[in-house]
C-alpha cells in the first residue's frame, strides 16, 4: 500500500474524555486531532490577541518571556519558509524534533507522522483549494509534494478523521466508538488506533453518511506512525 505523508505533529497524550466509552477506549489516548490531544507549538495562542492566554501557555512551557519571544520568531520563521505548515504540521522529523528539544523537552510528547493511502489523495484535495502555494494549509502542501510513498516511523494504526480547515477531527470527538462497536467488529489495537486499513474503511463509510450526524467533512482513513 502506497502511503502519501501528510507531515509530522508533536501531541501530547491525554487521558480519556469521560464521554468516551471506557469498555473500548483506552485510559490514555493519542489522536492527530487537535481537539483530543494538544499539540504544540498552540498557533491559535501563539498569533492570538489574548496576551493573558499567551501568559498562561508560557508558564506552562516554563519559558521566560526572552525564550517565548523566540519560539514566536522560530515559528514565525519556519512558517514563511513553509517548513512549519500551518498550523502546526512539521514538514521534516528533524524539524519536528528540533522544536520538541528547545521549547518542550519538560512536556512529555510523541511526534507522530499521519499519512493517506494513495488511493484517497484525490478526494483530498478536492476537498481543499488548487494550487500549491504558501498559503495553502500544511498537510494539504505536504501532501502534494509527495515526497515519499511509505512512512518513516513505526506503524501504529488507522484513525477516522475529518480534515478542515488545516486541522483534523476524530472520530472520537463524535463518540463514534459506540456506533461501530454496535455494526462492526470494533477493537483498537495495543497502540489506541484502529489494527487494519479494511476495518477502518468500513467505518469511514458509515461515518460519511448523512444521517449519522458528525461534522460535514470528509471521513477518511488516515495511517499514523510514531516516529518517537
Not at 32 to 56: F, Y
Not at 74 to 94: C, D, K, R
Amino acid at each position: 500500500m502506497k502511503v502519501r505523508s501528510g507531515g509530522y505533529l508533536l501531541i501530547e497524550r491525554t487521558e480519556r474524555a469521560d464521554y468516551m466509552d471506557e469498555r473500548l477506549i483506552p485510559e490514555f489516548i493519542q489522536s492527530a486531532s487537535a481537539c483530543i490531544c494538544e499539540q504544540h507549538p498552540t498557533l491559535d495562542v501563539l498569533w492570538g490577541t489574548s496576551n493573558r492566554s499567551k501568559n498562561q501557555y508560557r508558564e506552562r512551557l516554563r519559558l521566560s518571556e526572552e525564550e517565548f519571544l523566540i519560539l514566536i520568531e522560530w515559528v514565525e520563521f519556519y512558517q514563511e519558509s513553509g517548513e512549519l505548515g500551518y498550523p502546526q504540521t512539521f514538514q521534516t522529523i528533524e524539524l519536528a524534533k528540533k522544536f520538541r528539544d528547545r521549547f518542550f523537552s519538560h512536556i512529555e510528547l510523541d511526534i507522530i507522522e499521519i499519512g493517506l493511502p494513495e488511493s484517497y489523495v484525490s478526494d483530498f484535495l478536492v476537498e481543499g483549494e488548487d494550487g500549491d502555494s504558501p498559503e495553502r494549509y500544511g498537510v494539504e502542501r505536504f501532501i502534494l509534494r509527495h515526497e515519499r510513498d511509505e512512512p518513516m516511523g513505526k506503524l501504529l494504526g488507522y484513525e477516522v478523521l475529518g480534515y478542515e480547515y488545516g486541522t483534523f477531527h476524530s472520530y472520537l470527538c463524535n463518540g463514534l466508538e459506540r456506533d461501530f462497536a454496535e455494526r462492526f467488529t470494533f477493537q483498537l489495537n495495543e497502540h489506541g488506533f484502529i489494527p487494519t486499513l479494511a476495518e477502518v474503511e468500513h467505518y469511514c463509510t458509515y461515518s460519511n453518511q448523512e444521517d449519522v450526524g458528525t461534522e460535514p467533512v470528509l471521513w477518511l482513513p488516515w495511517v499514523i506512525s510514531k516516529v518517537e
